[in-house]
Nanobody
Framework: QVQLVESGGGLVQAGGSLRLSCAAS????????MGWYRQAPGKQRDLVAS???????NYADSVKSRFTISRDNAKNTVYLQMNSLKPEDTNVYYC???????????????WGQGTQVTVSS
């Protein structure tokens, strides 16, 4: 079994910062792309940022220059540093990973349970 466990969400005032972490554990051989998505109630889940195993990043236009995604491959962990937070960043944030397990099977779009980020005005 593989688990993606997010942490670091919470309540912050507009202009503040939060750092999300997502640690992958279990029968993992290697992880390809890891990413963060967010979803408001009744809306689709949208990409916030993603990072490949060799460090190539991709960001949603709405978070460019404010958010930074990084990863520690040795720890199978991805981070999302969120600065200059705005009320419209309020969402549940989900970690996502594409990985190979120890049996050589590929898994795509594996999700964590989500962590709530609330930005007050």
């Amino acid at each position: 079994q593989v688990q993606l466990v997010e942490s670091g969400g919470g309540l912050v005032q507009a202009g503040g910062s939060l750092r999300l972490s997502c640690a992958a554990s279990g029968s993992i051989f290697s992880i390809n792309t890891m990413g963060w998505y967010r979803q408001a109630p009744g809306k689709q889940r949208d990409l916030v940022a993603s990072i490949t195993a060799d460090g190539n990043t991709n960001y949603a236009d709405s978070v460019k220059s404010r958010f930074t995604i990084s990863r520690d491959n040795a720890k199978n962990t991805v981070y999302l540093q969120m600065n200059s937070l705005k009320p419209e960043d309020t969402n549940v944030y989900y970690c996502n990973a594409d990985y190979f397990d120890i049996y050589g099977l590929a898994y795509k779009d594996y999700w964590g349970q989500g962590t709530q980020v609330t930005v007050s005005s």
